[in-house]
């Protein structure tokens, strides 16, 4: 089973990143293509054994857009999972949330930006998982599984340029979904995952401050 991060140890992360000369962004638009790795698990429920992270184990590759208003964050997040016998499943999920960045390693020369970034963000949404590729525009006979998500992340970046950033990151979710083939007044349909991913993304990023 993955670990659960408790509230108090997020809230320090989140100080500690405060106090280590954390940006406010007015707007930022962001973009980024990112692939590496993912695995989960069902640890509650009457589904747990058929949880969607855990049968899509193994490669994963997507797209992520959104915008950044100070440091409320929202973005449309779509991923791919691969396996030894091909595509696995898709899952597509709607966030919202906060996050802190700051500045890592040396400090600048005068009017100089910092190239190395870290971020700690906490996000709820809503997702949706498919067992096979999407045949837009995505019905409800394609989705196996859906619902509800709490997220914790942590990533760094590396600016190559103004608007370009190479950087890893790891999200770390749980979820309440449920089983799309069952009934969903049925109990029995829905269950709770934990799931991780280790990302390499590359990001355009317009910021305006």
Known sequence: MLP?????????????????????????LYAQAQGGGSFGKGIKGDQKDTDFFD????????????????WIDGWIEHNQYRGGDGLTGTWTQFMAGFDLDFA????????????????????????????????????????????????VSFAGDYKLNRVLALGISVPVTWGYLQKNDVVSNMSSAWYQSVSAAALLHLRFDIDIK
């Not at 989140?14 to 000369?21: D, K, V």
């Not at 400090?107 to 709820?124: D, E, F, M």
């Not at 067992?131 to 998500?149: H, M, T």
Request: glycine letters at 16%.
């Open 4 to 28: 659960m991060m408790r509230p108090p140890g997020l809230a320090l992360l989140l100080l500690l990143a405060a106090g280590a000369r954390a940006e406010a962004k007015v707007l930022d």
């Open 55 to 70: 049968k899509t184990a193994g490669g994963a590759y997507g797209v992520l857009v959104g915008a950044e208003v100070f």
């Open 104 to 151: 890592i390693g040396d400090a600048p020369g005068p009017k100089q930006k910092p190239n190395t970034y870290a971020q700690i963000g906490v996000a709820l949404g809503f997702g949706l998982g498919t067992g096979q590729q999407v045949d837009p525009p995505l019905d409800n006979a394609e989705i196996s599984d859906k619902g509800f998500l709490a997220q």
